[in-house]
């Protein structure tokens, strides 16, 4: 039982390059989410999906795209990396809206 | 709209000291509330939550914290840290009509110094 895995740990972009950070959980929880964090600001969520099939933005969604491949994966893309874009990205997922959520452990992003 | 204030970014404490951090927050709505803990370098883990009940929480590593309606805090304590206890720790609510979405403060480092 890995619990939730990202992909990559570390990746160094150049301005205007896109990617996509990879997201998946093994405990078939229903509702997945992504984060960034920066210093200072605590986590804030980027988009969240409540269910297999259904995406909804969160408080920071502008420059980010997701989609919710089944039910085990969750991926971000970034379509035209900017440099306020250099962040911690943090993906979790929970079985229940009010349970606790259980986080990956981050993938470091650079953007130049 | 929900918003959680963490007014201390870090908190240097020497080992087997007392420590608080506190957290703060408003709603219009009734909210559930969650301490979080980030070791370095590694993702979030959950400390304790408070959803109804007994408004004092426990953790399973000696945290408490108590809900305060009245004062819209839910401060976090231990009577004795340890070393091990140096990481970054995070209040976090929700709302209780299901949106889904943690809303989180911006962090304390808790320091424990030999």
């Known amino acids: 039982n890995a619990g939730v895995t990202q992909t990559p740990k570390f990746q160094v972009l150049k301005t205007g390059q896109s990617m996509t950070l990879q997201c998946a959980q093994d405990?078939?929880?229903?509702?997945m989410y992504w984060y960034r964090q920066d210093p200072g600001m605590g986590l804030r969520l980027i988009y969240y999906?409540?269910?297999?099939?259904?995406?909804d933005k969160g408080e920071v969604p502008n420059g980010y795209n997701v989609s919710r491949l089944n039910k085990r994966e969750f991926s971000l893309r970034l379509e035209s990396a900017a440099p306020s874009q250099t962040s911690v990205y943090f993906c979790?997922?929970?079985?229940?809206?009010?349970?606790?959520?259980?986080f990956g452990p981050g993938t470091r992003l650079t953007v130049l | 709209a929900q918003s959680v204030t963490q007014l201390d970014s870090q908190v240097p404490v020497f080992e087997e000291a007392p420590v608080e951090l506190r957290c703060n927050y408003s709603?219009?709505?009734?909210?559930?509330l969650f301490w979080y803990v980030q070791y370095p370098n590694q993702g979030l883990q959950l400390l304790l939550k408070?959803?109804?009940?007994?408004?004092l929480v426990e953790s399973i590593n000696g945290f408490e914290a108590e809900f305060n309606k009245s004062q819209t805090s839910f401060h976090l304590r231990k009577p004795s840290v340890h070393i091990s206890d140096t990481a970054e720790y995070f209040c976090?609510?929700?709302?209780?009509?299901?949106?889904?979405?943690?809303?989180f403060g911006s962090g304390t480092r808790l320091l424990v110094r030999p």
């Open positions: 979790a997922s929970t079985a229940t809206t009010v349970g606790e959520q259980f």
């Open positions: 976090a609510v929700t709302r209780m009509d299901s949106s889904y979405k943690l809303i």
């Open positions: 405990m078939n929880h229903n509702s």
């Open positions: 999906s409540a269910s297999e099939g259904t995406t």
């Open positions: 709603s219009s709505v009734s909210v559930y």
């Open positions: 408070y959803l109804s009940g007994s408004t």
